[in-house]
């Protein structure tokens, strides 16, 4: 079984999220994408974020209809408010799985080339396949500056242009996933009353409707972190 993880804050979830979610179950043969919205990130403990129960339905919703696309709670709030950190989520989730299934972790380009400073961030190298998605016109190359040389399978076996071949695992880039949207573009909108018709699925655009997420009096609400 091929098993994808799929990790961010979710703040909101949007289609450029799910087009790469996509190409990567075609492209991998993925038969499950775990979303994780995480509770606590360690990158953003300083950053506003909306309450992680919206988050996750926001997921929830946008999941629906897609069977192999799986909302997850592996990383939710603890009660001593701890960060999240992919090395312990990637550990659980390859508890549950067996010897032969593969284990992908798909990340986006820019989030990629900050995986030095992640905790345990050559034990996460071994541990899992990355598929990075860079966004149009992004330098490739820089990617394969990421993963220290002693990570790097020793054998020059033919490979693919697209994949960087590890000792233990592989770096998959993969290319042609167009679509330039952000969450904080978003939210802005919302804020600014302006349409964010495609850019968040159906149901996730009626959700943030209903609940006023985003909204200037939505503002005092959005919780610390």
Known sequence: MNIAIFGGTFDPIHAGHLAAARAAQRRFHLDRVLFIPTG??????????TDYAQRLAMVAVACAGEPRFI???IEAPTVD?????????VRAVRRKLRQHDRLFFLVGADAFLDL??????RRLLDAVEFIVVPRPGFDADALRQVPPPDLLRVRRLAQKAETIRLRHGAIHILPGVDAPVASREIRLAVRARKPITGLVSKLVEEYILKEGLYSPSASAKRLPR
Do not use: A, C, M
């Open 81 to 89: 408010g701890s960060p999240r950190y992919s090395i312990d989520t």
């Open 40 to 49: 606590n990130p360690p990158h953003k403990i300083h950053d506003r974020l």
């Open 116 to 121: 030095p400073h992640w905790r345990e961030f």
């Open 71 to 73: 909302p997850s709670t």
